[in-house]
T-cell receptor, first 112, second 108 residues
Framework: NAGVTQTPKFQVLKTGQSMTLQCAQD?????MSWYRQDPGMGLRLIHY???????DQGEVPNGYNVSRSTTEDFPLRLLSAAPSQTSVYFC???????????FGPGTRLTVL | AQRVTQPEKLLSVFKGAPVELKCNYS??????LFWYVQYSRQRLQLLLR??SRESIKGFTADLNKGETSFHLKKPFAQEEDSAMYYC??????????FGTGTRLTVIP
């Protein structure tokens, strides 16, 4: 099993550009989530999904969209990138909300 | 509202010395707390959870509801314990809320 995979590993965007961060898991996990990690802030939940077709907002959802058309994939879309979205983004999955979360390797995003 | 506080950003101890990473929380319900660890160039991973009451890699953590704390302890630090440690709380909507993390350095 590859576990949780994220692409790309690094990305540089200009303000106003849009892009999609990819996240996939091969463990048949129902629950998936996206976090951003900022210096001095820890990890903050952006969006999460409890299963295919179901998504909900986390702590810091503004400026991001998600969808969950399959169990395996949970892409995160930046609609119009802003410098404040410069961060490291982590995707995680678990069998259920109450189970151990497995994290991806992260995507380092810089918005100029 | 829920909050997790890790007061130390950096902590250095000598090899063989005891180590304690502090975590305090604020939550109105019944808390479920975790410690996650991120070793250099590795993914964030679960170290332990309070409901398991287990010792992982020599680390233990006891939930103290009176002091709203969940400090991580190890009696004898090892060099391989050097890492970033995050305390997390399962709060409202059953999602995880993380503290800001403590970087532990074990000096040989």
């Amino acid at each position: 099993n590859a576990g949780v995979t994220q692409t790309p590993k690094f990305q540089v965007l200009k303000t106003g550009q849009s892009m999609t961060l990819q996240c996939a898991q091969d463990m048949n996990h129902e629950y998936m989530s996206w976090y951003r990690q900022d210096p001095g802030m820890g990890l903050r939940l952006i969006h999460y999904s409890v299963g295919a077709g179901i998504t909900d907002q986390g702590e810091v959802p503004n400026g991001y969209n998600v969808s969950r058309s399959t169990t395996e994939d949970f892409p995160l879309r930046l609609l119009s990138a802003a410098p404040s979205q410069t961060s490291v983004y982590f995707c995680a999955s678990s069998q259920g909300r109450y189970n151990e979360q497995f994290f991806g390797p992260g995507t380092r995003l810089t918005v100029l | 509202a829920q909050r997790v506080t890790q007061p130390e950003k950096l902590l250095s101890v000598f090899k063989g010395a005891p180590v304690e990473l502090k975590c305090n929380y604020s939550y109105s319900g019944s808390p479920e707390l975790f410690w996650y660890v991120q070793y250099s160039r590795q993914r964030l991973q679960l170290l332990l959870r309070h409901i398991s009451r287990e010792s992982i890699k020599g680390f233990t953590a006891d939930l103290n509801k009176g002091e709203t704390s969940f400090h991580l302890k190890k009696p004898f630090a090892q060099e391989e314990d050097s890492a970033m440690y995050y305390c997390a709380l399962r709060g409202g909507a059953n999602n995880l809320f993380f503290g800001t993390g403590t970087r532990l350095t074990v000096i040989p």
